[in-house]
C-alpha cells in the first residue's frame, strides 16, 4: 500500500507572509507621528469618563485603551 508523506505544519510555527517581510517590527516603537505614504489620519471622538466606559483615548499618552472584544468608534 501506498504511504502518505504529507506533513502538517507545525501548530507553533511562525506564519509566513511577505507583509511581515515588507513591515519589520523595530526594536524600540516609534514615538513619533508618521502618517504614510498615503497620509492616513485616524482620531477618536470625545471619550466617556464614566466607569461603564467600554474604550478611552489618552491625548496625553495618544493611547486607545479598550475592554476586550468591544467596539471602539474611529473617525478616518
Known amino acids: 500500500h501506498a504511504q502518505n508523506n504529507?506533513?502538517?505544519?507545525?501548530?507553533?510555527?511562525?506564519?509566513?507572509?511577505?507583509?511581515?517581510?515588507?513591515?519589520?517590527?523595530?526594536?524600540?516603537?516609534s514615538?513619533?507621528?508618521?502618517?504614510?505614504?498615503?497620509?492616513f489620519d485616524v482620531s477618536f471622538q470625545q471619550s466617556s469618563t464614566a466607569k461603564s466606559a467600554t474604550w478611552t483615548y489618552?491625548?496625553?499618552?495618544?493611547?486607545?485603551?479598550?475592554?476586550i472584544a468591544k467596539t471602539c468608534p474611529i473617525q478616518i
Open 58 to 67: 489618552s491625548t496625553d499618552l495618544k493611547k486607545l485603551y479598550c475592554q
Open 31 to 39: 514615538n513619533t507621528d508618521y502618517a504614510g505614504p498615503h497620509s
Open 6 to 29: 504529507v506533513t502538517a505544519p507545525s501548530p507553533y510555527a511562525q506564519p509566513s507572509s511577505t507583509f511581515d517581510a515588507l513591515s519589520p517590527s523595530p526594536a524600540i516603537p
